[in-house]
């Protein structure tokens, strides 16, 4: 047996209790706060969030950035196109790109390119978060109750979610938005096309997720504090909102970052085949599509292409960096 350690009086060496009283109190940090940590030692994915909140405040202040920036954006410039040569091209070098017109003008019209992206950034910005919303409700809903119930409602809504994935939703969107009047259920004009996307869009995307949902909880609903939940008499009302749900805030949050490019892409995409919203209401994939005819202008289709570009990739750069931070085991 070893010897007690002997301290001769006098000896400055301190005594445990007198430690533990001098010692400051230790603070606890949530998992809010640890995500956030890891969050900000990622550098690419916080540019990603600049990029995107850039995006969004430009959207929100479209008319003042237009006002102090660039024109109407569907005021014609008809004076500044070369109408002699034959060609319909704005006059100047570079697409007519000058302190005025930023972005240069669109042939034959002469619009403002620079105002018609600020302004396409709000459809397509509106339409993919309202979309994104609907998609995650009725997906966290569905997902949510068929992984914790089981048996005939797993069933059910699985072979839904089945029919839903199998779904042509290009060429049902094509079909429905084609045929669609002018005015229907109280809206018109750009208001009913911005609805009728959405609920295009958002409705027949539910599944991706659902399908992420309902997996997590079906490996959630076999942890130890569902069980322990259980033991005391808990109800399942109170197992799925204060026990389940807080736990897959994670993958939502992380699958609605992700999914929101995408739904930015699929509504462009439905612009360019000239089904989602009408001229002259600008969108990035309107755009596109006018711009096709004048393959010789190339800065005609850069402009909205680079604002498809940017933003799906920092949407995509943020996400990752959220799915990081949040689970770093999938790195």
């Known amino acids: ?190 208001m009913l096309r911005i609805v009728l996307l959405v609920f295009i869009i958002g409705f027949f995307s539910w599944p991706y997720i659902g399908r992420i949902v309902r997996g997590q909880t079906l490996s959630l609903r076999e942890r130890e504090f569902v069980d322990a939940a259980r033991s005391i008499g808990a109800k399942n009302s109170y197992i799925l909102f204060k026990e389940l749900l807080p736990n897959l805030m994670a993958p939502i949050l992380v699958y609605a970052t992700l999914l929101i490019p995408t739904n930015i892409i699929f509504e462009a995409s439905l612009s360019f085949l000239g089904v989602g919203i009408r001229p002259p209401t600008a969108t990035w994939g309107g755009m596109l599509s006018e711009a096709v005819a004048f393959y010789t202008m190339p800065h005609f289709m850069l402009w909205p292409g680079m604002a498809i570009f940017v933003t799906v990739l920092a949407f995509n750069l943020f996400g990752d960096g959220l799915r990081d931070a949040l689970d770093p085991r999938t790195r």
Do not use: C
């Not at 109408?83 to 007519?96: D, E, H, S, Y």
């Not at 979309?131 to 992984?147: C, K």
């Open 1 to 190: 047996m070893s010897t007690p350690l002997e301290v001769e009086p006098g000896s400055s060496i301190a005594q445990p209790e007198a430690v533990l009283v001098g010692a400051g109190k230790i603070e606890g940090r949530s998992l809010g706060q640890i995500a956030w940590m890891r969050l900000k030692r990622d550098k690419v994915a916080l540019g990603g969030a600049a990029i995107v909140l850039l995006l969004v405040l430009m959207a929100v202040f479209a008319p003042l950035i237009v006002r102090l920036l660039g024109h109407p954006p569907n005021e014609f410039h008809q004076d500044l196109i070369d109408t002699v040569g034959g060609t319909l091209a704005p006059l100047g070098g570079f697409g007519g790109i000058s302190w005025d017109h930023l972005m240069g003008l669109e042939p034959v019209n002469g619009r403002d390119i620079f105002s018609r992206v600020v302004y396409g950034s709000r459809i397509s910005l509106l339409i993919a978060f309202f979309a994104t919303m609907l998609s995650v409700l009725i997906g966290t809903t569905l997902g949510v109750t068929a992984g914790f119930f089981g048996g005939w409602v797993d069933a059910i809504i699985s072979r839904v979610m089945d029919a839903f994935l199998a779904f042509p939703l290009l060429v049902f969107a094509i079909a429905l938005a084609g045929v669609v009047p002018d005015k229907a259920f109280g809206l018109g004009g750009d």
